[in-house]
């Protein structure tokens, strides 16, 4: 089922009985990101905190396992779901693995949607830990650095597990999602998902 699909099948929530989001805690404001900020602000997903239909679920897997601030760190060899599997590695900039760390993180969030009941997940893309969509193909600051279409670990084991994870730039399902919790939000028609960017079809698709 597509994300789109997802969401306009998703039940009409209330005040008693919210939506149950789990968010990447960043994607909040909380400043759980490597140098202890937030990575900047997404009005996509902050206007989620003002709705009383809605129940957010923040969680920050690499602060759980590694503290804030931390080292940066992507997957090398494949992407979240190979990580998952044995085949590939989350290593520091500085090379120092932290395989073993990720998963924790990642079996921890994975705790935290089932205890919550998480009905969907909006992350940040791009994350060795929250990635959705796209991630770094190997170590971000290397002069060439690549992407790679794929899931970061968490995101891989939650959709492993059956959860839904749109990113914060999937404007077009966040759209849907506005509209699922507030019958009153007009839908901007030239809102896109992260497969429309130009960015992305440029890159992946040529
Ligand atoms: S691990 Fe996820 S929640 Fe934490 S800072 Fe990175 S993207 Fe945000």
């Known amino acids: 089922m597509t994300d789109k699909e997802y969401i306009k099948n998703l039940r009409v929530p209330t005040k008693e009985e919210p939506l149950r989001i789990l968010v990447s805690s960043c994607l909040t404001g909380i400043k759980c990101g490597i140098n202890g900020d937030n990575y900047g602000d997404y009005p996509s997903v ?3 905190l003002n709705y009383d239909n809605v129940k957010l679920i923040t969680f920050c897997p690499e602060n759980f396992s590694f503290g804030t601030p931390r080292e940066m760190c992507d997957i090398h060899g494949g992407s979240g ?5 044995g085949r590939a590695k989350v290593l520091k900039s500085t090379g120092v693995d932290w395989t073993e760390g990720m ?5 921890k969030m994975l705790e935290v949607a089932r205890n919550n009941k998480a009905e969907i997940c909006v992350m940040m893309d ?5 990635g ?13 650095k690549k992407y790679q279409i794929g899931m970061g670990v968490c995101g891989a084991q939650l959709t492993r597990a059956g959860f839904k994870i749109i990113s914060q730039r999937e404007f077009e399902s966040l759209e849907l999602l506005y509209k699922k919790i507030d019958n009153e939000h007009t839908i901007d028609p030239n809102a896109k998902d992260f497969d429309q960017h130009e960015w992305y079809v440029g890159y992946f698709k040529k």
């Open 103 to 107: 998963i924790k993180a990642s079996e």
């Open 46 to 48: 902050l206007k989620l």
């Open 126 to 130: 791009i994350s060795a830990a929250c």
């Open 81 to 85: 779901i190979d990580v998952l599997e």
């Open 132 to 144: 959705s969509h796209v991630i770094y193909d190997g170590n971000r600051y290397d002069e060439n």
